[in-house]
């Protein structure tokens, strides 16, 4: 434990100090940008930021994972902002985080399993193309020396690295935002910098308690949105967990990660902050800046405070152009690009889900819709899939007065048709035997299916037995099933 604990922390002290400044530098635009979308100061989006990185690094579950303020929980506060005000959006993000701990305990974090690689992938390229869109207002409208600016910081950020030795010195993305603010500072650039989006608050966050009744009216205001926030921040933190664990080749405990959401969220939501989560765009810039323990989330959190609050007149100075560059990277590298080139030789069913997710999470901005409809597209397809799987084989003996069927495979609600469909009811027999030796029943569905065939069977005077069957299904077909209980059997004949 104590091993673990200093590798997560002091493994890799130089870098994880210098993504955790290329990070914090890329998160203050970001901040202040979410802050604009949920209707409230600069400073709450900046606040909340360094708080839950801060608490995070300390109580999370995926280890060089940032999360702070984002812009898909910035989309769910609108409304709430808007018709009752700044307390109730922090009492609403006090019980988003009382949700996330609780889903924690309950282990709601183990669903990611039932989330497919399609699903995951299309969700990774979605948001990599809404990283990218998010960078095209900077782009438009704009003098040719933000064009020249953004392709210079490029060029930065992909030649740095081929240089022997210099590239592994200091993350390239660094060296692009603090280059190019230098120059831009030289040279009087008349361009667009992150002052010009908000002011910079000029204190560190101090502790307060929502200034709203504590009344059942109160409650039944905000659970609605806290609900939608606890739901969303889990499902992109858990999705983003998973793409870091890729990244880095490692695992990570996606239910103390919810734990961890929720203790973040309680923090921000006591010193002025707004709800937050993962962020995949300054993740993955944390782990391409050479970002990989708790160190480089702590020092992200505590550099944005500091810069923020005591740097402030430099860090108005930095350009958009810079920061934009940098998510550019972000959305190249983030993009599956190997998923295009999969597209022919992957399942059907598999390309289908994973466009799908992309287009449903480009099309609404709302990164859980995207994903629950990958995930119940994949479910339907999957469950089509085993469901054809399902084979009756029936075999004449005895002189014909003997049927015995050989039943393979799984029996469940997508498979019970051709389950009943397999057999022959109007053949002029004695005796039906009916192997499931081979087959498995799964639910309520495949129970009343065999209670079906049997009872017809009966019904035109065969006499039916049924052999074989695993202890599993004999669980659910004696608690759920009629065919083998005569006043059940009687009951159903009356009808």
Known sequence: ??????????????????????????????????????????KVGLYASFCIAVIIAFVGGR??????????MA?????????????????????????????????????????????????????????????????TGVTWHVYAMTAAGLAIIYLLPLIPKVGTIVP?????????????????LDIRTVGDMGELPDTLPIFLW??????????????????????????????TATIVDDLTDTSSDKNRECKGQGIANIGAGLLGGM???????????????????????????????????????????????????????????????D???????????????????????????????GVLVGVLLAALFFANKIGRFMLVKGDLQEDGTLRRYKVVGQVFFASSSDFVDGFDFKEAVDRVIIDVSEAHFWDIT?????????????????????????????TIVDRFGVHDKPEEVDKLLAH
């Open 1 to 42: 434990m104590l091993e673990k604990w200093k590798k997560d922390w002091f493994g890799n002290i130089k870098g994880d100090s210098l993504a955790g400044m290329v990070v914090a530098l890329a998160l203050i635009p970001e901040a202040i940008a979410f802050s604009i979308i949920a209707g409230v100061d600069p």
């Open 63 to 72: 280890p060089g994972m940032i999360s702070a303020a984002t812009g898909a």
């Open 75 to 139: 989309l769910l506060m609108i409304t709430l902002v808007k018709e009752h005000g700044l307390e109730y959006l922090l009492a609403a993000t006090l019980l988003t985080g009382v949700l996330q701990i609780g889903a924690g305990y309950l282990k709601l974090g183990s669903l990611m399993r039932f989330v497919s690689r399609s699903v995951v992938t299309g969700f990774v390229n979605a948001l990599a193309i809404l990283i990218f869109m998010a960078q095209l207002p900077e782009l």
């Open 172 to 188: 390239s993305p660094l060296v692009c935002i603090v280059g190019l603010t230098i120059f831009a500072m030289y040279m009087g």
């Open 210 to 239: 929502p200034d709203v009744p504590l009344t059942f009216e109160t409650l039944t205001i905000i659970f609605p949105y806290s609900a939608g926030l606890a739901v969303v921040g889990l499902l992109e933190s858990m999705m």
């Open 275 to 337: 709800a937050g989560c993962a962020m995949i765009g300054q993740s993955v810039i944390n782990v391409k800046s050479g970002g990989r323990g708790r160190l480089s989330t702590f020092v992200a959190g505590v550099l944005l405070i500091i810069m923020v609050v005591f740097l402030d007149e430099w860090i108005s100075q930095i350009p958009m152009a810079a920061l934009v560059a940098v998510m550019i990277m972000v959305s190249i590298g983030t993009f599956s690009w």
């Open 339 to 369: 998923s295009i080139r999969n597209l022919k030789d992957h399942p059907l069913s598999s390309s289908i889900v994973m466009v799908s997710t992309v287009v449903v999470v480009v099309a609404t901005h709302n990164l859980a819709i």
């Open 446 to 474: 495949a129970v009343s299916a065999l209670d079906k065939v049997v009872i017809k069977f009966r019904r035109e005077g065969a006499q039916v037995e049924v052999l074989g069957m695993n202890e599993a299904s004999a």
